[in-house]
């Protein structure tokens, strides 16, 4: 597999540093603990908003690091957990009088880092709180989770406790909003394809020429089956019927509809995924209020898709509407 790598064990720290050079005056990086913080942060009169979580999942969270979103981001390496030490360092260094909001996806080593950095650093007197993301409806436990699975449906609880973040909530409100997007939020996915560690060298997962695998987890961790492939109207169905019925979304909900690529799948695809779901959307009476095509959390050079709905109020809406500064911006 022909990839631009240099040493793999300096995978992540090169690319934090050529996100850090690329966007100088408002990103800074501390090689330390793996951290891209916002230059602007701490500061006293906002909540500080940090999330871990493994790599290779860019733009997330590394490359959602700016105003409106985190503060900052202390990945681990590809697809493993960031070492406990990594987040209390960041939290010691991030805390504001206002606070620190811990994100977590909801899987069992992020579970354990983040937990445990919680403790140490309310020990030491920081005012810590942490969310845990598990939007994922298509296993209910994993190897690599206890419970739901955190998946693209984290770029929307970022986006909304960011935003409050910038309007100068406290962390208890933050806590609030973040919990309600979560509770309204569900992704499934499907993989066309494995991806391929730097480590590794090789596909994590064998999947056969015609086969997918339905409900695959951002690690390539399995899902509800494995299948094979079949239209893009058919799979498009597949994952919308699974996260309508989960919830539910009911006819007469206003949703924000996001078809995410997983990191090797070409954009024109990710948009006939979005126009079959919208009109499916349509016929059940549900209105699509808010857009999102793109790769918001991938899984390195996996070919693939997930789909999600955020049931939309005036106020999850107002928040995902407020304006955003980061490095993953597109022109």
Known sequence: MKKFVNDPKQY?????????????????YVPAYNLIMRADSPNPDRVSIIQGSGSGHEPAHVMTVGKGMLDAACPGDVFSAPPMDYV?????????????????N?????????????????????NVKTLFIDDDV????????????????????????????????DLDELVRIGEKVDSVTRTMGIALTSCT????????????????????????????RRAKLTTANEMTDEMLDAVVKDLPYVA?????????????????????????????????GI?????????????????????????????????????????ARVF
């Open 287 to 327: 209105t699509v209020g808010r857009s999102y095509v793109g790769e918001y959390c991938t899984s390195l050079d996996m070919a693939g898709a997930s789909l999600t709905l955020v049931r939309l109020d005036d106020e999850i809406e107002a928040l995902l509407a407020a304006p955003a500064e980061i490095a």
């Open 88 to 104: 209390y360092e960041t939290t010691k260094l991030l805390a504001s009088p206002k606070g620190v909001l811990l994100l977590v």
């Open 138 to 169: 298509a296993v209910q436990d994993s190897t690599y989770t206890v419970g739901r699975r955190g998946v693209a449906g984290n770029f929307f609880v970022m986006k909304a406790v960011g935003a409050a973040a910038e309007q100068g909530a």
């Open 12 to 28: 992540v720290p090169e690319m934090l540093k050529g996100i850090a050079l690329a966007n100088p005056d408002t990103l800074k």
């Open 197 to 224: 560690p730097p480590a590794k060298g090789s596909p994590l997962f064998e999947l056969g020429d015609d086969e997918i695998e339905v409900g695959v987890g951002i690690h390539g961790e399995p899902g509800r």
């Open 252 to 284: 007469g909900d206003r949703v924000a509809l996001m078809i995410n690529g997983l990191g090797g799948t070409p954009i024109s695809e990710l948009y006939i995924l979005f126009g079959r779901a919208h009109e499916r959307l349509t016929e059940l």
């Open 106 to 126: 909801n899987y069992t080593g992020d579970r354990m880092a983040f937990e445990m950095a919680q403790e140490l650093s309310a020990a030491d007197g920081v």
